[in-house]
């Protein structure tokens, strides 16, 4: 029964002809750079609001790290000037990464 499934698939699968059709030289490419124009401004868009997402979760994130270190500081506890050294250092990355990403790309945000 097996077999016969298989002998009947492959001949139904060559005596079906697949027909494919392929626009060639008859295409219209004049919609090509307004779509193109759109989509840049969906993106530079979208960037920002990427942008604006990361701020927001970067001063969450500063926050509890400045919570974090003040209590490590009223506690007594080692590591206070690692954990500001590394909370300034994730500020910085921030703020560059938000100047430099974007340039890099070459766009001005």
């Not at 779509?35 to 530079?44: E, G, N, Q, R, S």
């Not at 506890?77 to 990403?101: N, P, Q, Y």
Request: hydrophobic residues 55%; aromatic residues 12%.
């Amino acid at each position: 029964m097996d077999r016969t499934k298989n002998t009947l698939t492959v001949l139904l699968g060559t005596a079906i002809p697949i027909v494919a059709f392929a626009k060639s030289g008859s295409v219209d490419y004049s919609w090509g750079a307004d779509a193109l124009a759109t989509m840049h401004d969906y993106v530079i868009t979208l960037a920002l609001y990427v942008l604006y997402l990361c701020y927001a979760i970067a001063a969450i994130m500063a926050v509890i790290s400045a919570v974090q270190i003040y209590i490590k500081m009223n506690m007594g506890e080692d590591g206070v000037t690692k954990s500001i050294v590394t909370l300034i250092g994730a500020c910085l990355f921030i703020i560059g990464a938000s100047i430099v990403l974007p340039a890099f790309f070459g766009y001005r945000i």
